[in-house]
């Protein structure tokens, strides 16, 4: 049982297009959320942590939808520099974080 | 900034070999992880150490095992290298375990 999905993808968009992913989660009891990058071949890097209030980054928005059960994040005025696969991370039942699979974003002129 | 290295970008071992991944962090924090990624598989636990000396299984333990002798250091051992452990190996810390975690830029391990 996987407790944090998300659509692989890919996502292919113009420059200057906003874009949305959702990512569900199982653990209702989950508090910590979170945004990573992943360019091709690198390590993940941590984008943005997801509060209940919702947390906006520059172009970046993140917000969390509890009764839903899962997490959001928009990307406002792509840039071809946003392309990359971006993972949803939410806690297991322990004391670890799942990883989602993560979502292939590719941004063209 | 954080920051964790690992000990090689790349390597390559021969099936039956024991391997050691050594993985370093400055920032004084408590809690290591040792993942694995692999195409359409993503990111899975091996092994994390909450304190020096403290280990607990993650959703893949078999076949590795782990070692933290001193907080910024966590190894991942390879008992005996097989084919199937070809894969990319992350290392990361976080200040408490279920708050961000930040990567090392990875080894990427070839067993032939």
């Known amino acids: 049982r996987k407790e944090v999905e998300q659509d692989p993808g890919p996502f292919n968009v113009p420059e200057g297009a906003t874009v949305a992913f959702n990512c569900t989660y199982s653990n209702s009891a989950s508090q910590s959320f979170f945004w990573y990058r992943q360019d091709c071949r690198k390590e993940p890097k941590l984008l943005m942590s997801v509060y209940s209030s919702g947390n906006e980054d520059g172009r970046f928005t993140a917000q969390l939808n509890r009764a839903s059960q899962y997490i959001s994040l928009l990307i406002r005025d792509s840039k071809l520099s946003d392309s990359a696969t971006y993972l949803c991370v939410g806690p297991n039942s322990g004391y670890a974080l799942n990883f989602g699979k993560g979502t292939s974003l590719l941004v063209t002129p | 900034d954080v920051k964790v290295t690992q000990s090689s970008r790349y390597l390559v071992k021969r099936t039956g070999e024991k391997v050691f991944l050594e993985c370093v962090q400055d920032m004084d924090h408590e809690n290591m992880f040792w993942y694995r990624q692999d195409p359409g598989l993503g990111l899975r636990l091996i092994y994390f150490?909450?304190?020096?000396?403290?280990?607990e299984k993650g959703d893949i333990p078999e076949g590795y095992s782990v070692s933290r002798e001193k907080k910024e250091r966590f190894s991942l051992i390879l008992e005996s290298a097989s084919t199937n452990q070809t894969s990319m190996y992350l290392c990361a810390s976080s200040l408490y375990p279920l708050y961000e975690q930040y990567f090392g830029p990875g080894t990427r391990l070839t067993v032939t």
């Open positions: 150490s909450y304190d020096v000396k403290m280990k």
